[in-house]
Each structure stands twice: as structure tokens, then as C-alpha cells.
């Protein structure tokens, strides 16, 4: 008989190990708690409307054709991508805003509108970040985070020093005006810290952004899952939705199986895809592997308030990626990580998926996605839901110059408690635990069990870090362990 599978969860990193390990041979099932599969990457379909209810920015195409080849097959052998033209806009105040195009000399006219001399600069910048992109993606990432030597490389060697420096000051010792400098310090949210702590190296993300560009695919970004689904299935995968996993049976420091609904699933490996705190919980103490008081000192990447809103009509003064910076990124980012509290004025960011993709609502009206980055751990009541949504959509209506609120058909909100309930996040947490230096590589938690030899780990929470490329990264490099540490009994 083949050897058995099972993993848990079918988000990003669940699917893509799925893939990797029923190539190499083995009998695969997914167990996945909710009813549909994707994880935080799943659809909301309502009245006419689809809204992707997590990720919307599609970053990095390279790392997603990378994977369709190891299979030897295309993204569009799944879905039609579409690189967004503008990329995004960012909001200062009222009318105010820069809109960021699909090519680099483009972006850099912008740049210079606002600060002499600074496309020059951004030049630079980008062709420093294109270095670290290529050297993160060909030396660094695709490590399974065992040894600080997976770090040590001829070329990393080389940019030692930016490991010890951060965004921030990269950033603000280039450029002084204040909309750039918020401009080049966001891509690297992604990966869930302030650009203050967020080494230097990782302008990587500049790089994916400018250099690389924004891109969509058509229906949106739960076309990936659908895609990961029918390549998993094309391999063999068998996935069980409906199916939470109450408990990982250990004998002896060998994982024998999972229980769902009762009922004893047993395999010869076990990889969870599921947040990494919350699977340990679904082991006997003896075999969790960090403390909680691990997990509490970690730094989290942010959780969100989201609404999916469907408008009557269309709007105006928006782009498919719309960012409202209008007040103080410091204020928030505090609210964020140094003192956890709603904040009072609070960042957001927009998605408008109906401006390119006439799949996401009816003719005539637009989708519309809010997000608030929030505290992972806050408080979490309707209340404070309808009095954030009130507050943005004012202040949406004032910096866009129209009025939307008479024409919302409907909203519906995903904050901490829905991020608890339906992922088993620890403290809400949407994107896991953020990329700081401490935090990096072989510092996050292990793809392998130190406790139980046949129990691995895959996703956000662990290398490389958060996001739909590094998930899908995650996924094959606990393949690659997996089939190195056990061989395929046939
Ligand atoms: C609001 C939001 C916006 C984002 N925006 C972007 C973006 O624009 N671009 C980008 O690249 N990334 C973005 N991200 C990050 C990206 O979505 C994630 O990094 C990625 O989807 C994580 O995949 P994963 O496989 O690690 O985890 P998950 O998708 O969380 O998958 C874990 C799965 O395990 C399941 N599970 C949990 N417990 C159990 C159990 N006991 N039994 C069975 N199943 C269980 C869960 O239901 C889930 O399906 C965003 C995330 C969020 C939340």
C-alpha cells in the first residue's frame, strides 16, 4: 500500500503540499473544517456579487508560474491573468491622491512630480530591491528555515549589512517628501510588521510592486484555489470539507492519525496547514513543541476589519486597488503593535474588483472590499464594526468626493471573532506572524515536529512568512521534507 497523507486545512500552503506529495507518490487527503476550501483565501457570493474575502493583490506571477511548472502545467492553463493598468491609487486628502501606473518610468514620473530629483533615486532604490528579489527568491526562500546557513550564501554575504538596517530609514534617507515615503514603506505590510522593524533587504516587496507590477486574475483571486483544487484532484488528492480535526493521535512520538466528527483518519504522516498555535493545541501537551508564552511574545501580523459592500451604482474617483493614507501611518501602526487599541483614525484600504472585472457585480453596480488593519487580541463587537464602518465610509464619501451611503444595497463584516471562528486563528490574527529580523527563517516555527517524528507543518505561520506566494512556497518546501525524511512505502 502507498503511504498515506493527511493534512490539514486547504488554504494556500495546504493545497500546494497536497500537489507536491501526491506527485511524489503519496496517498493524499485533505480534512478542512469549513464547508468550502481556500482557507483565509475564500469567496463570498451575494446578490449578483463575488467578493474574495481575503487576499486581493496578486504579487510575485513568477512564484505562481514556478508552481503550475512543477507540474508542468500554466497559470492560464486555469485562469486568465490580467496586469491591473494603473496599478493602484493612494489617497493624501480630499482629491488629493497619486496614482501608481504598470510600468517603473511611468511611476517614476509620478515620483518626480512630487520630489525633484527623486525618480532618479527610485531608480536606484528599485534596482537594489531587484537585486534582493532575485537573490530572496533564488538563494533564500525556497529554504526549508533548518540552519542560520541556509542565510550564509556568496550573494547574501554581500548584503549583510541590510539585514541589520530596516525600510524605514532606507526609505526616509532617500526621499523626504512624506507621500513617497508612505508609498515605499507599504509593500513590505504584507508581511505583517512596521517598516521600522522590517529589515532592509526586504525592499524585495518594492521591487514585486514597481518592478514586477499588481495583477488580477479574472473572477478573482479564488480562480488560485479553484485552480490548486483541480490540479490537487487531476493528482489524486481526495479533499473532505465539513471536516474539523479534533485531535492528532500520538503513540510512542509517532503522529497514528486524525480525528474529524468523531471518527479516526489514521496515515503514515501528518501535515497541518492550519495556524501553527492552534494545531499544537490539537495535540497532548507533551508533544507541543512552544510554550504560550512563546506564541505571546511573538510579533503577530495585524488582523482586519473587513466589509464587502455592494453599491448601487458606480463609483467615482477609484481604482480597482484604492489606499487611503490620509492620516498618520504612525498612529495607526502604534494602535497596531505597540500599544493594541482600535485606532482612532484609522488607515484603510479599498478594493473595487467591478472597476476591471464586470464578473465581480451585476451591470451597473459596483463590489466593494474595506479593510482597517486592526490589533490581533482587541475586542470585537457589532458595535465597534457598524462604528468603523461609519467612520470610513464618511470619510471615503469626503476624500472621493461623492456620496455612496445611500446607495448600499448591503455590507457584511469579517473582523477577529469570525478570523477565530472560522480559521482557528490565534488572537484573530489575518496574515500570522509578521517577517521581522528576529522572526525570519530558520527563527520561525519548524516545518518539522521536533516531538513527533512524522508531524509536519506548513503555511503563513511558518517559512517563509505570510502571503499567497509564500504559502504556496510553504507548501513545497514541506513537501520536499516530508519525502526526505520518509521514504514512500509501496
Ligand atoms: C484579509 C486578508 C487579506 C490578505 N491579502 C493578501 C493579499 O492581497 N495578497 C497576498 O499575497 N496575501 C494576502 N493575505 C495573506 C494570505 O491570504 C495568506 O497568507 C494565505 O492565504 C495563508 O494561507 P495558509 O494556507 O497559510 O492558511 P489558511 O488560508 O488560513 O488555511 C488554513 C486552513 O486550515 C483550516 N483549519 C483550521 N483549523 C482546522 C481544523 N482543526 N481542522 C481542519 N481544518 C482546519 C482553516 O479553515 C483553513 O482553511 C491576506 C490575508 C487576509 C486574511
Redesign the pocket.
Known sequence: MKSTVNI???????LAASCYLAKAGYNVTI????KT?????RQLLKNGFTFDI????Y?MPDVFERFFSDFDKKPSDYYTLEKLSPAYSVYFGENDFITIEDTLEKIKKAFEKEEKGSSKKLNKFINKAKSNYDIAIKDLVYNPGVSPLELITPATIKKINQFFSTIKKDVRKEFKNERLVKILEFPVL?LGAKPSDTPSFYSFMNYADFGLGTFHPKKGMYQVILAMESLAKELGVTINTN???EKIIVENGEAKGLVSNGKTYKSNIIVS???YH?TET?LDKEFRQYSENYWEKKTFAPS?L?FYVGFDKKLINVNHHTLFFDVDFDVHAEAIYDNPKWPDNPLFYASFPSKTDSNSAPEGKEAGIF?IPLAPGLEDTPELRDLYFNKIISRFENLTSQNVKKDIIFKESFCLNDFIK???SYKGN???MANTLMQTAFLRPKLKSKLVTNLFF???LTVPG??????LI?GKLVADLVTKHHSILV
Open positions: 490539514i486545512g486547504s488554504g494556500f500552503s495546504s480534512f478542512e473544517k469549513n476550501i481556500g482557507g483565509r483565501a481575503g487576499p486581493t493583490w504579487w504584507f471536516s474539523p480535526i496547514g492550519a495556524d492552534h490539537l482586519s473587513l479593510l472560522d480559521y482557528n489575518a496574515y500570522g506548513t503555511g503563513q505570510p502571503g499567497v506566494p509564500p504559502s510553504s
